[in-house]
Nanobody, 121 residues
Framework: QVQLVESGGGLVQPGGSLRLSCAAS????????MGWYRQAPGKQREPVAT???????NYADSVKGRFTISRDSAKNTVFLQLNSLKPDDTAVYFC???????????????WGQGTQVTVSS
């Protein structure tokens, strides 16, 4: 089994910053893709940022220039730096990872439990 544990959410004022972390553990042979989604109240879950094992990244248009995704592959950990936060960024943020548990096996996506980010004055 694979577990993803997030941390770093909280309450922040508009214009503020937060840093989210997500550590994967368990039966892991390799991880190719890691990333973040978010879900605001009453809305569908939407992708925020993705990072491949080689380091290439992709961002939703709404967060480009404000959020930065990075990873520590040796520790199976992904980070999301959130800057210039807006009230519209308020959501539960979920990390995910595509994990291969054994050499040659298929990759499966695992999810974290979510961490609340609230942007409010």
């Amino acid at each position: 089994q694979v577990q993803l544990v997030e941390s770093g959410g909280g309450l922040v004022q508009p214009g503020g910053s937060l840093r989210l972390s997500c550590a994967a553990s368990g039966s892991i042979y390799s991880i190719n893709v890691m990333g973040w989604y978010r879900q605001a109240p009453g809305k569908q879950r939407e992708p925020v940022a993705t990072i491949l094992n080689a380091g290439s990244t992709n961002y939703a248009d709404s967060v480009k220039g404000r959020f930065t995704i990075s990873r520590d592959s040796a520790k199976n950990t992904v980070f999301l730096q959130l800057n210039s936060l807006k009230p519209d960024d308020t959501a539960v943020y979920f990390c995910y990872a595509f994990v291969r548990e054994q050499p040659g096996s298929a990759s499966y996506r695992y999810w974290g439990q979510g961490t609340q980010v609230t942007v409010s004055s």
